[in-house]
C-alpha cells in the first residue's frame, strides 16, 4: 500500500489528508446526532406535563435545556412565557423559531466540509492523474519510448483517480445520510415548537 502511495506521487497526499478528515466528520456527526441528543422520545409529552397547570421551577426549566436540542427549544419558549406573560403569540413563536434555528446550525455542524470533500476528491484525483500523465509523457525521449514502461506509469498515475473517488464516493453517501437526519429533526422540531406553542398560550388562557 505504501508503495503505491509513493508511486501515486505527491498529489495523493491531499486526498489521504481528506480521507481522514471526512472519516472523523463522519464519526463525530453519527455521535451528535443519536437520538437522546437532539430529539428525544417522548420529551415533548413530558414538557406538556410539566406545564400543564402552570410554569415549572426554574431548575425544571434549565434541567430541560441542558437535556438535549429539542428541550433546548422547548424550554426557550418556558423562558419567555415567564419572561413576559402576556407576550403575544407571534413574538412567542419568533422566539422558539429563533432558539430552533440556533439548534439547526448545530446539526448542521461540518455538513459542508463533508460535502465540499466528496465534490472535490474527484477533481483531487483528476488532478493526480494529470500530473502524473504529463510526468510520464515528459520523460519519454524521443524514440526511445518503453510501451511496457509507459503503461506500468499509465497505470500508477490512474491511481490519483481510484483513491479520488474511493474517497469522494462513501463521503457523498454518508452526506446525504446525515443531510437527510438534519431534515427530519428540523421537520420534527418545527412540529413540536407549534404544538408547544399552542399549549402554552392555551395555559395562558386558563390561568386568566
Not at 508503495?3 to 451528535?32: D, H, N
Not at 504529463?134 to 525521449?141: E, H, K, L, N
Request: charged share 15%; proline share 4%; with cysteine.
Amino acid at each position: 500500500m505504501f508503495t503505491i502511495i509513493q508511486a501515486a506521487g505527491w498529489p495523493i497526499w491531499p486526498l489521504l489528508i481528506c480521507s481522514i478528515v471526512a472519516l472523523a466528520l463522519i464519526i463525530e456527526r453519527m455521535m451528535s446526532l443519536r437520538n437522546h441528543l437532539v430529539s428525544p422520545e417522548g420529551l415533548i409529552e413530558q414538557a406538556l406535563k410539566a406545564s400543564q397547570d402552570n410554569l415549572p421551577s426554574a431548575e425544571a426549566m434549565q434541567q430541560l435545556h441542558d437535556h438535549s436540542l429539542l428541550g433546548r427549544i422547548l424550554a426557550s419558549g418556558l423562558h419567555t412565557m415567564k419572561d413576559e406573560p402576556l407576550i403575544s403569540a407571534e413574538d412567542l413563536r419568533s422566539s422558539m423559531e429563533s432558539a430552533g434555528r440556533q439548534a439547526t446550525h448545530e446539526l448542521e455542524k461540518h455538513l459542508v466540509t463533508l460535502a465540499t470533500i466528496a465534490s472535490a476528491a474527484p477533481l483531487l484525483g483528476l488532478l493526480g492523474t494529470v500530473i502524473g500523465m504529463i510526468d510520464i509523457f515528459g520523460s519519454q525521449a524521443p524514440g526511445t519510448s518503453n510501451p511496457v514502461q509507459l503503461a506500468q506509469g499509465i497505470s500508477m498515475a490512474l491511481y490519483n483517480t481510484a483513491f479520488g473517488l474511493i474517497v469522494a464516493i462513501p463521503a457523498l453517501m454518508f452526506w446525504r445520510y446525515l443531510r437527510a437526519r438534519v431534515d427530519a429533526y428540523v421537520l420534527g422540531f418545527e412540529l413540536d415548537a407549534e404544538r408547544f406553542v399552542r399549549h402554552l398560550l392555551a395555559m395562558r388562557a386558563r390561568l386568566k
